[in-house]
């Protein structure tokens, strides 16, 4: 159910057993260090609670003097409680604060804690106490390194901040989701194949050059977002991530991939476009799950008609923007192709007349940006049932 601690100064509760009264006021004295009268938990007199309760916020505001009253903890939806009245969701996102109160350690039944969108560089090492906490958003911060947090959390939510540092990224065991992207990331550490349980992983975005060896660990990653950074080669050990089915790669510097790359057998999502290479390992052929493939704005001549043969199940090709001088007759293998995009391969001649066989292709993009296609590569699609643009 859900809670809101709205309450206008010099506004009165309606019943003295209001639910909100006995969760709420307590939890704040628990965890901003407001002292509740001695003989009793829960406030009972109404005419006590407005100077008691706005003494709260004040010493909030006292800690955090960024801290936006308009938005803080006590709008609606900001708490949210399970049925037994235990608070497992505490949403501070974008309230202008700068420090963690000590006494967040008595949140013992957190499950998920939003902290976006404000001014934290540190967090008390009380946090590593929150045993229940399990979903963590930390995103658009000030932190430097991976901060403190508790051993079992399993989604860690840390993009947007100026991270130089993730020694000590190994501390967290239990995590399967783990976003640190356009954090400015230089060196991914060894420690990262600790993270036995990672199932996504989003790097994007960040200056990183190379991969270390270790990420080989990561055996159950199922998602892996490297792209827009400033990879020129990838560690032979990289094929080892036998579950991946989507995997980005686009705007880096790689001129070569393993030649194991085509062990990666659970790939559906590939994207390699934006990079600087000039053929593929013969081993692609393997990757027969794929239903799309961005290999555009490479320096491509060649494609394996093999690796056409197999791709049975792909949708989308992307070829365009390379130095491709023909397409192999074995695109007819590709009977799920929906689109093929070719333009702006100037060597290109013609098209294999196969091409107008395939049952489920409705588009074949030839003619963008500009440039003129050659007329027999045009007169070799006769089926008019295929659109081109």
């Not at 192999?328 to 098209?351: G, R, T, Y």
Request: include cysteine.
């Amino acid at each position: 159910m859900y809670c809101s601690l709205a309450t206008p100064r010099g506004s009165w509760y309606k019943e003295e057993n209001d639910i909100r009264y006995k969760i709420m006021f307590p939890f704040f004295c628990a965890c901003f260090g407001v002292k509740q009268p001695e003989h009793q938990k829960i406030v009972e007199h109404r005419s006590q609670f407005p100077q008691m309760y706005y003494s709260v916020v004040d010493n909030i505001k006292a800690a955090n003097e960024t801290f936006k009253i308009s938005r803080d903890i006590q709008d609606s939806g900001r708490l949210r409680f399970d049925d037994n009245g235990h608070l497992f969701d505490m949403n501070l996102d974008a309230v202008g604060v700068n420090v963690i109160p000590y006494h967040v350690r008595n949140l013992s039944h957190i499950q998920i804690l939003r902290l976006s969108n404000n001014f934290i560089d540190y967090l008390p090492e009380d946090m590593k106490q929150l045993h229940t906490l399990r979903i963590m958003w930390l995103n658009h911060n000030k932190f430097s390194a991976i901060p403190n947090l508790p051993y079992q959390l399993r989604e860690l939510y840390l993009y947007s901040n100026p991270i130089r540092n993730l020694d000590n990224i190994g501390s967290l065991p239990m995590l399967t989701r783990l976003d640190l992207y356009e954090c400015g990331i230089k060196t991914v550490p060894n420690e990262i194949g600790k993270l036995k349980n990672l199932t996504q992983l989003e790097l994007h975005g960040n200056e990183i050059e190379s991969l270390p060896v270790a990420i080989n660990g990561l055996t159950r990653l199922e998602r892996l977002s490297l792209h827009s950074n400033l990879l020129t080669q990838l560690p032979d050990e990289f094929c080892e991530l036998t579950s991946l089915q989507y995997l980005s790669l686009h705007y880096n510097k790689l001129t070569c991939i393993p030649e194991d790359f085509g062990h990666l057998i659970q790939m559906q999502r590939l994207s390699l476009f934006n990079n600087q290479l000039e053929c593929l390992p013969k081993s692609m052929c393997e990757l027969k799950n794929i239903v799309v493939m961005a290999l555009f704005r490479n320096k491509l001549t060649s494609l394996d008609p093999d690796m056409l043969t197999n791709l049975t199940k792909c949708e989308k090709l992307s070829l365009h923007e390379n130095q491709l001088s023909e397409i192999p007759k074995e695109i007819e293998h590709m009977v799920c192709l929906q689109e093929l995009w070719v333009f702006a391969n100037p060597d290109l001649k013609s098209l294999p007349v196969q091409i107008n066989n395939l049952p489920n292709l409705h588009t074949l993009w030839l003619l963008q940006n500009g440039i003129p296609c050659c007329d027999s590569v045009l007169n070799a699609v006769t089926n008019t049932s295929i659109s081109i643009k």
